[in-house]
């Protein structure tokens, strides 16, 4: 246990760092997308279709924080540094930018016309597969605080083991949602699933850190 | 025919609106200054719908033309390489003057023509444009039918320089499409060479491009090089893609499903208020079979349109 590197060892320098920076200040800190996606539309900056480009920038955030969700983990386990308390916060306001994309989709793409909406989510492959992700994020921020954390016992992890599948079939998705293939939706799906598989791996402490 | 296409033309080119614009336009030319016109909003109503009709800012930066990118605002930012003078187009198949035209002498003499057209993407939305062009059939009489064909083929440019994304394999290069011989001689079917009384800007398909409005607008071909005549179906490059998803017909049509679009309803670009912040509420309107140019019913009497997509 006596690390004689223990001079060069930034572990703890940064986790002190860490323990200032509180989890709730991510509350603010991960809206600041938003803040800007509200800024570039009132320049006028979203272009002649501002809607589509909302929906789309939410998606992504929204995306995009699920995977840093699930990265926070492996990233702790190389690094000891102590990022899994950030896991909720990222979780929470990731499922927020997701549920303002799919308001986005329900009120002003899709205007609430009820039966063409029922028609997407049934027959639409690449949205059947976003309500299916959806549904399953539900679960999770539901049960993200300390009180269902307690009353769930073992059973919690289990539920939020969904956040796996959820991530793939959102990947899925942003794949399937345009005429010709998606780049980035590729790249993404690749990351989500390397995240997946470093869950596999017993991850230990890279040593020159 | 004549009596038809003057009907065509007053149905669909609301005359108040053309005369209106024209004022304005000519205002703006003898201003002589772009930033006059772009300024020029639009606010007459497409009577039929009650749609204004889009901005030339709405037009020009809100394309799919996949050779400068797949973004909708990729054309406005890399068409201006396009090279568009001199241009010449092969004219080639089941014709009696086959050969390579420069495009002004192809279009020299045949009468122009100004159309107003709703534009129905396949992606759900739509817009109400303002084109200036010649009629397809006027070009296909003037270098001659032969008997035997069937169908007009088009293709766009294929120069990786100028388009890079014809350097990537998103698509089969170059974008191909076509019609049937009775589509493309139909009076509503256009080559067009400009928009609001300008050149067309090249990001929607300078120097001339088709318009067939009654089908989605991956059909209307854009900086097109080459137009046969053949025999046999020509290939289109979006059902060489996904043949499923993109037949060969593609008439605007609510009631054949898209597995990606809903086809029942089309959010119309242009929103209620002004400027980008109006765009914000774009409304959704029904679509209606043949984007609502019933005239065009008669070519497909008879057949099933949900097994000919
Ligand atoms: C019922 C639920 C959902 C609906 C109706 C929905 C709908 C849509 C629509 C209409 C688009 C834009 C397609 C286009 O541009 O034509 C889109 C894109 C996207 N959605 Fe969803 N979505 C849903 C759930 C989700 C979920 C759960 C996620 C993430 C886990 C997600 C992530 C994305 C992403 C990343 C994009 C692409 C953004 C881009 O182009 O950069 N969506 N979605």
Known sequence: MANVKKNIDITKPINLILRKIKPSYFYIILLLPLLALIIELMSGGLGVDPMRKIE??????????????????PITKL????????????????????????????LLDMQLRWDEIIISLTKKPFIVL???????????????????IRKLNNYWKRVHFLIYPAAIIGGLHY??????????????????????????????KIKWL | MDIKNDKIKEAFTPKHIYVNRRKILQLGMALSSLV??????PAQADESLERKINTFEEITNYNNFYEFGIDKTDPAKYAHKLTTSPWQVEIAGLVENPGKYDLNELLDGINTVDRTYRLRCVEGWSMLIPWNGIQLNHLLEKVGIKK???????????????????KTQVMYWPYREGLRLDEAMHPLTILATGLYNQPLPKQNGAPFRLVVPWKYGFKSIKSIVKISLTEDQPISS???????????YSN??????????????????????EGYLGNLFTRRYDTKLFNGYDEVAYLYEGMDLSKYY
């Open chain 1, 56 to 73: 789309r920038e939410l998606g992504n955030t929204g995306l995009n924080l699920l995977i840093l969700t699930l990265a926070l983990t």
């Open chain 1, 79 to 106: 690094t000891s540094f102590n990022l899994i308390r950030y896991k909720r916060v990222f979780g929470l306001i990731s499922f927020f930018y997701i549920t303002l994309h799919f308001l986005t989709w329900l």
């Open chain 1, 130 to 148: 976003g309500m299916v992700s959806l549904v399953l994020l539900v679960p999770l921020a539901i049960t993200s605080n300390n009180y269902s």
């Open chain 1, 175 to 204: 794949m399937l949602m345009a005429k010709t293939i998606q780049f980035d939706a590729v790249k993404t799906l690749i990351v989500i699933l390397l995240l997946i598989t470093l869950k596999f791996f017993k991850l230990k």
């Open chain 2, 36 to 41: 006059a016109l772009n300024k020029i909003t």
């Open chain 2, 148 to 166: 035997e064909a069937k169908y007009v083929a088009f293709e766009t440019l294929l120069r990786p320089e100028e388009m890079h994304m014809q």
């Open chain 2, 238 to 248: 979006w059902s060489m893609q996904n043949p499923r998803e993109y037949g060969f």
């Open chain 2, 252 to 273: 605007v049509n609510p009631n054949v499903h898209h597995p990606r679009w809903s086809q029942a309803s089309e959010r119309y670009i242009g929103g209620e208020g």
